[in-house]
């Protein structure tokens, strides 16, 4: 069995770095993957990777755990590791299907939430608790309380890239790839949408519905803007631009498609296009561009810095331990297991 050999440097969270050996039985075992990677990774790195994957894999069959990774993880998680993956909507459908003893949620600390309000007696582990989001700190339950205040009787949808604890104080979640259904169920013309202002205009163009938002923004996804996407048509003739609706109204008209990062996927698996720019974050074109080595991937990209808190060290210090359990206390998740169920019955 491998065992960390030395470690090279502290992380401020979840242990050290962890460094094994290279062997020929891991590079046997590993090669599926490698075979998969060997656009995206160098062999370097590879021989870096390899070894921390050989072990995750080995910790899952020990600890009965599965991996649910989101489409921003890195290529050597999101196809080395991962058992489950997806964007929000099907990470959270799908963590209802798991039969393991524990869930390892690669992705932020909402994802894990949800995995954890959906599945109260299993174990949810997140290789680092403070991989944040934006826009999940971006409100608070009082400040969601306030904004009901000032509207009696307006239907509360959240995203759900919100806390527990804000999902207790909504009538129905959304997450960017089912929105426009969820508001539509509710067949009325003004709804609270929070905390995603710019999800909310978008949605609110596409449903004609009125929203009433919030000030919080996807700190990647607010970068981009229509003049970069003309200039890398510009610069690339005949290139498909596919945007993720957290971006601004004016960045989602100049593109060809937007939707969630499971729609995007699907775009490029069903369209083909020769050559797309993925207006998101980075390890998306990575991860599309692995499985379509037909496409071509303009890479214009943002990094999320809180995605990019998880790596494979961290993951074999939280399966090895079973430490950085997630918790939600059982009356919050009640109200918050309530929202997401009624969203996920929409769809
Ligand atoms: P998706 O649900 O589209 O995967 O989006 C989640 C997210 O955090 C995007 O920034
Ligand atoms: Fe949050 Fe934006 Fe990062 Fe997604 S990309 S987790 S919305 S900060």
Redesign the pocket.
């Known amino acids: 069995m491998a065992q960390a050999q030395q470690v090279i440097q502290n992380n401020e969270f979840s242990g050290a770095d962890i460094v094994l050996p290279m062997t020929e039985e891991v590079r046997a075992r590993t090669q599926p993957v490698y075979q998969k990677l060997k656009s995206q990774i160098s062999e370097m790195e590879w021989t870096y990777f390899a070894p921390l994957i050989d072990e995750i894999n080995r910790l899952k069959k020990e600890k009965n755990a599965v991996i649910l990774a989101?489409?921003?993880q890195t290529p050597e998680i999101f196809h080395g590791v991962a058992d489950i993956v997806?964007?929000?909507?099907k990470l959270a459908k799908d963590a209802l299907e798991v039969e393991a003893d524990v869930i390892v949620l690669c992705g932020?600390h909402f994802m894990a939430e949800t995995a954890k309000i959906l599945n109260p007696a299993k174990t949810v582990l997140i290789p680092d608790p403070t991989a944040g989001?934006s826009?999940a700190e971006s409100i608070t339950a009082e400040g969601l309380r306030s904004l009901k205040a000032q509207y009696p009787g307006v239907p509360v949808v959240t995203y759900?890239?919100t806390t527990a604890e804000v999902k207790a104080e909504t009538d129905i979640c959304c997450?960017?790839?089912n929105a426009v259904e969820v508001i539509e169920s509710l067949g009325v013309d003004r709804v609270i949408m929070a905390p995603d202002k710019y999800l909310a205009q978008n949605i609110a163009k596409q449903t004609g519905v009125e929203v009433i938002t919030w000030d919080g923004r996807?700190e990647?996804?607010e970068l981009f803007t229509p003049e970069q996407i003309q200039d890398f048509r510009d610069q690339n003739e005949g290139v498909v631009v596919i945007a993720?609706p957290?971006c601004t109204p004016e960045v989602v008209e100049a593109s060809d498609f937007a939707g969630?990062?499971?729609q995007m996927v699907d775009f490029v698996a069903t369209k083909k296009p020769e050559k797309v720019f993925m207006v998101?974050?980075c390890s998306m074109s990575d991860n599309v561009s692995a499985e379509h080595p037909d496409v071509e991937f303009v890479k214009p990209c943002t990094v999320?810095p809180h995605m990019k808190k998880i790596n494979l060290s961290k993951i074999i210090h939280c399966l090895r331990d079973l430490s950085n359990e997630v918790t939600v206390a059982p009356e919050v998740a009640e109200k918050a297991r309530a929202s997401i169920t009624r969203m996920l019955a929409v769809k």
């Open positions: 989101h489409n921003y997806g964007d929000s909507l932020v989001c826009l759900v890239n997450t960017s790839g996807c990647v996804h993720h957290e969630s990062t499971a998101t974050e999320c």
